[in-house]
T-cell receptor, first 110, second 116 residues
Framework: RKEVEQDPGPFNVPEGATVAFNCTYS??????FFWYRQDCRKEPKLLMS???SGNEDGRFTAQLNRASQYISLLIRDSKLSDSATYLC???????????FGTGTQLKVEL | EPEVTQTPSHQVTQMGQEVILRCVPI?????FYWYRQILGQKVEFLVS????????KSEIFDDQFSVERPDGSNFTLKIRSTKLEDSAMYFC??????????????FGPGTRLTVL
């Protein structure tokens, strides 16, 4: 089983749509969870941390289910500028090692 | 806003040559990292560095790789004898974490290494 697994997509959605991405992780000892965004040939940038209680930042909502080892990201009212690859990231170990999923590609269209 | 910087942006080298990739982490950060991303693949952890020591390293980080913080600002990754499969984007990252809780890792823009 992959350490962090995501559907690679692409997800092609119209502007204004709501889209959801899911991710599963294999290491139950994982301590922290994130969604990063990566534009083509650029560095990963933190979108949001993910907490068990769920958290929201504007149009973005993230959820964590530790029992199922499952993380989700919901994007409401998608914009053209949301087009990117969304990386599910899990932190495990004392050295703050981040383990990345392969990413889910989102294309928002007019 | 403070940011991680990396030089060069693109490095082309011949197989077997040594390369040094340079990074300037955010100034008050304590943890430093190197990751790599082969074209079309996921970002992979190489090494983390704290208090002038390697904290953790991956299987990729073999004897050909080394890291150093030669002064108060730079953090370098050296590949002693490059192979074709070392061609990738190398990202440096830093965080303010003291090790007890994870802090955000901020990534530099990357160095694209091409080994011919």
């Amino acid at each position: 089983r992959k350490e962090v697994e995501q559907d690679p997509g692409p997800f092609n959605v119209p502007e204004g749509a709501t889209v959801a991405f899911n991710c599963t992780y294999s290491n139950s000892a994982s301590q922290s969870f994130f969604w990063y965004r990566q534009d083509c040939r650029k560095e990963p940038k933190l979108l949001m941390s993910v907490y068990s209680s769920g958290n929201e930042d504007g149009r973005f909502t993230a959820q964590l289910n530790r029992a199922s080892q499952y993380i989700s990201l919901l994007i409401r009212d998608s914009k053209l500028s949301d087009s990117a690859t969304y990386l599910c990231v899990v932190e495990t170990g004392g050295g703050n090692k981040l383990t990345f999923g392969t990413g889910t590609q989102l294309k928002v269209e007019l | 806003e403070p940011e991680v910087t990396q030089t060069p942006s693109h490095q082309v080298t011949q197989m077997g040559q040594e390369v040094i990739l340079r990074c300037v982490p955010i100034s008050n950060h304590l943890y430093f990292y190197w990751y790599r991303q082969i074209l079309g693949q996921k970002v992979e952890f190489l090494v983390s560095f704290y208090n002038n020591e390697i904290s953790e390293k991956s299987e990729i980080f073999d004897d050909q790789f080394s890291v150093e913080r030669p002064d108060g600002s730079n953090f370098t990754l050296k590949i002693r004898s490059t192979k074709l499969e070392d061609s990738a984007m190398y990202f440096c990252a830093s965080s303010a974490s003291t090790g007890h809780s994870t802090d955000t890792q901020y990534f530099g823009p990357g160095t694209r290494l091409t080994v011919l």
